[in-house]
């Protein structure tokens, strides 16, 4: 059964790390692309950023780059998102999750999310 579970969410103050982690189940990670989205109360869902499978490529929303960075460990089939200079604005539960395509169909698979919250 495909899985993703996501941890590493914590408490932090302003201008401090967490680094994110998201182990995936009954697939390789590195096949697909994979996605960081994040939800914070009261506003929409954004997109984080994502790591390409086929040459490892990535993309940042202008909120956070510079300060996060994604990465994937094949052998632990486990794509991380390093969050740095964290911001209270960086408040948010965060998602990751992939598509993959099965007999022309798009299957959508998340995580049940980890919640981040940056306060003093």
């Known amino acids: 059964q495909v899985q993703l579970v996501e941890s590493g969410g914590g408490l932090v103050q302003p201008g401090g790390s967490l680094r994110l982690s998201c182990a995936a189940s009954?697939?390789?990670?590195?096949?697909?692309?994979i996605r960081w989205s994040r939800q914070a109360p009261g506003k929409e869902r954004e997109g984080v950023s994502c790591?390409?499978?086929?040459?490892?490529?990535?993309y940042y929303a202008d909120s956070v780059k510079g300060r996060f960075t994604i990465s994937r460990d094949n052998a632990k089939n486990t794509v991380y998102l390093q969050m740095n200079s964290l911001k209270p604005e960086d408040t948010a539960v965060y998602y990751c999750?992939?598509?993959?395509?099965?007999?022309?169909?798009?299957?959508?698979?998340w995580g049940q999310g980890t919640q981040v919250t940056v306060s003093s």
């Open positions: 790591i390409s499978s086929r040459d490892g490529s990535t």
């Open positions: 009954a697939f390789t990670l590195a096949n697909y692309e």
């Open positions: 999750h992939t598509s993959m395509r099965r007999l022309g169909k798009v299957y959508d698979y």
